[in-house]
């Protein structure tokens, strides 16, 4: 078995090899405004749940090269304390990937992807319709971990309300993981379906 220690390699090989075990991640489709009110969204797959009481989601916006090493949603979030986490399904692939663009902040990215903005009840930042799941955020905390390229900003919020697609419901408060259809992040380019499950029953 190879051994690697972060402090002998370079942050950018460290980074494919996390990408590459820690795996499948699912997408967290962040929506913002800024302080003009102008939208902005971008996929993040360093995301996951950290609490159900309260609902508490979290995800990582990291650190880039350049002039400005800050991504808009971070910027955005630390702002104005409001952002909506939307899932994404396969249907929604194309529309995810394509906002993943670098661009200046002053563009819409639900433009600019062809998605469709719909008001939130309780924050501003807009849902994307097309999503099957939305979940509206208020700001917990922002874990600044390194300011070095590569880094990351652990962004921490409380999930103020969920909107749920009805057809996608089955009862008790479940979700039908097919008509969910969500997607996952493998390593470099490379997507996962979620249809192909099995299940086991926990030790009693």
């Not at 370079?10 to 929506?31: C, H, N, Q, T, W």
């Not at 993040?44 to 991504?71: D, I, L, M, Q």
Request: charged share 25%; with cysteine; net charge negative.
């Amino acid at each position: 078995m190879r051994v690697y220690d972060p402090a002998d390699h370079a942050y950018s090989d460290m980074y494919k090899l996390m990408i590459g075990m820690i795996v499948p991640r699912p997408i967290a489709f962040v929506s913002t405004v800024n302080e003009a009110g102008v939208r902005n969204l971008a996929p993040f797959s360093y995301f996951t749940a950290c609490s159900s009481n309260p609902p508490v989601v979290c995800f990582c916006a990291a650190v880039r090269r350049g002039a400005e090493p800050r991504k808009d949603t971070l910027k955005n979030i630390a702002a104005t304390g409001e952002f909506v986490v939307n899932i994404v399904s396969e249907e929604i692939a194309w529309q995810m990937n394509t906002s993943s663009a670098e661009v200046p902040p002053e563009v819409d990215e639900f433009e600019m992807a062809g998605l469709t903005p719909v008001a939130s009840d309780l924050v501003k930042p807009w849902r994307v319709a097309e999503s099957k799941v939305q979940m509206e955020c208020r700001l917990r905390q922002i874990l600044a971990i390194s300011d070095e390229p590569g880094g990351g900003n652990l962004i921490l919020g409380d999930v103020l309300r969920f909107h749920v697609l009805e057809s996608v419901l089955i009862e008790d408060y479940k979700i039908d993981p097919d008509k969910l259809n969500a997607i996952g992040r493998m390593g470099g380019r490379a997507y996962v379906r979620t249809h192909d499950r099995f299940e086991m029953q926990r030790p009693r």
